[in-house]
């Protein structure tokens, strides 16, 4: 693959003398933009070896070519008529994945095997893991990735991000849980088995903080298998005195430990929160 991203970032060095009607060009980054959609390659990754999310810069820019290089063209979906860049991605029953009437995903994002789509929307460039639930009204921004074994709950918005290429997508790891109503955007990132309260906001700029210890966690980084709520925190400014956003870990549970709704509602609830 190496040829095809040298490829690609040379003509992203020079963007500003592409125009649509390109072939060879839009060749290049439709083939590149293929392998997205396919599932072949991915915008990020987690590295096993560090916990660094590694993000593959060159097929950020083969979406951003992908816009330069291509005319708004009417799309006919039965009664339904859109007006875009982009074709609507299609053959979701051959790729065992489910969609329910009202949900849409583009063209250049994947959806593994067993994943499921509410009336929901998923973007280019994003992920969608392995038996995953996009429920509904939930969107999926360019590039996110969602891991295997996530639910997203009703209306939950995980931001997209393209510009600038080298921007770290936000990043749901394997078997998290994203609370209904949560926001998640600018590069955010949930770990492995983590459970959000309804509500909770997350960005880079949010302290993540342990209830128990008071010790700042992270910013914008809940971590692997803890219960987490969005909260907020006194802080004295020059203007006078304000409550800030933070998110509160309320429980670490066991590695590899299974979600227990019961449980999980009582611990929410006991203080003031619900799933």
């Not at 998110?247 to 549970?253: E, M, S």
């Amino acid at each position: 693959m190496a040829d095809l991203s040298d490829q690609i970032a040379e003509l992203y060095a020079h963007a500003d003398t592409l125009t649509p009607g390109d072939k060879a060009a839009d060749a290049l980054v439709t083939q590149a933009v293929t392998l997205l959609d396919q599932g072949h390659e991915r915008v990020a990754y987690v590295d096993e070896a560090t916990g660094e999310v590694v993000v593959n810069e060159w097929l950020k820019q083969a979406i951003l070519l992908l816009f330069r290089l291509r005319t708004i063209e009417t799309i006919n979906v039965g009664p339904f008529e859109y007006a875009d860049k982009l074709p609507l991605k299609t053959g979701f029953k051959e790729a065992g994945v489910r969609v329910v009437p009202g949900a849409s995903a583009r063209w250049g994002s994947f959806l593994a095997p067993g994943a499921v789509m509410m009336p929901s929307y998923v973007n280019i460039g994003a992920r969608v893991g392995e038996r995953s639930m996009v429920d509904t009204w939930a969107t999926v921004g360019s590039c996110a990735q969602i891991g295997a074994d996530v639910h997203l709950a009703g209306g939950v918005g995980i931001g997209g991000v393209l510009e600038p290429p080298n921007a770290v997508p936000v990043i749901i790891e394997d078997e998290a849980f994203i609370g209904s109503r949560c926001m998640i955007v600018d590069g955010a990132r949930v770990g492995k088995g983590a459970v959000l309260g309804a509500g909770t906001i997350l960005n880079p700029s949010i302290p993540v903080i342990d209830a128990e210890t008071g010790e700042e966690l992270s910013r914008g980084h809940v971590p692997p298998w803890s219960v987490a709520v969005g909260a907020s925190r006194r802080r004295e400014l020059p203007g006078g005195e304000f409550f800030l956003p933070c998110v509160l870990v309320l429980k670490h549970l066991s590695e590899g430990e299974r979600h227990d709704k019961v449980q999980l509602n009582a611990v929410l609830r006991d203080h003031g929160v619900a799933t």
